[in-house]
């Protein structure tokens, strides 16, 4: 790992996400960057290696100042216990934190689909209108699935899985394998 350095501005992608923080609070923020060191390569996106990070980043929360985390991957900017209490249940054996490290956007046609989850996986997730009666029923379906697809190996063909309540539903990869689609199994 590289050493604590101020991260210059034009290194920060844009926030298109918040989680626990006000639109439009954009004011002037100082930054420290945490960024893998160059011996790990292409290994940035490990479990691992990201266990270590985020780890890592909570404990910056020490510091009294610390009011965030931008996760640039999924373009998220977390509030500061709000990611604390995500991480500590991840790095205790809970959850993958889907709303923070990934974030869920909901389409025009209705669907649900990540941003950010191809860095941990290589494909993005994209759930189907049909798979939920209601816009909670997607989103508990996209958290339960990213929680599955950054824990397993990439999809490869088309796959059987069980949703969050029982529901029957089919995973194939699509758009050359970077997506994997989700629609409900009649």
Request: aromatic letters at 6%; charged letters at 20%; proline letters at 6%.
């Amino acid at each position: 790992m590289t050493g604590l350095a101020p991260a210059p501005a034009e290194v920060f992608p844009a926030i298109r996400h918040r989680y626990g923080l006000p639109e439009g609070g954009d004011g002037e923020y100082q930054a420290i960057g945490l960024y893998a060191g160059a011996h790990l390569g292409e290994s940035a996106n490990l479990l691992p290696v990201v266990r270590v990070m985020t780890g890592l980043a909570v404990a910056l929360f020490a510091l009294p100042q610390a009011r965030a985390v931008v996760w640039h991957p999924a373009g998220t900017a977390i509030e500061a216990g709000q990611f604390k209490q995500a991480i500590d249940a991840w790095l205790a054996g809970g959850a993958f934190p889907a709303l923070g490290l990934t974030a869920l956007v909901r389409e025009g046609d209705g669907a649900m689909r990540s941003e950010g989850l191809a860095f941990f996986t290589g494909q993005e997730l994209r759930v189907e209108p049909t798979c939920g009666e209601t816009l909670g029923d997607l989103g508990k379906i996209a958290v339960r699935l990213v929680h599955r697809l950054v824990d397993s190996e990439p999809v490869q063909s088309r796959q059987n899985i069980t949703g969050p309540n029982r529901e029957r539903l089919l995973a194939e990869p699509r758009e050359g394998g970077r997506v994997v689609r989700v629609w409900r199994d009649s």
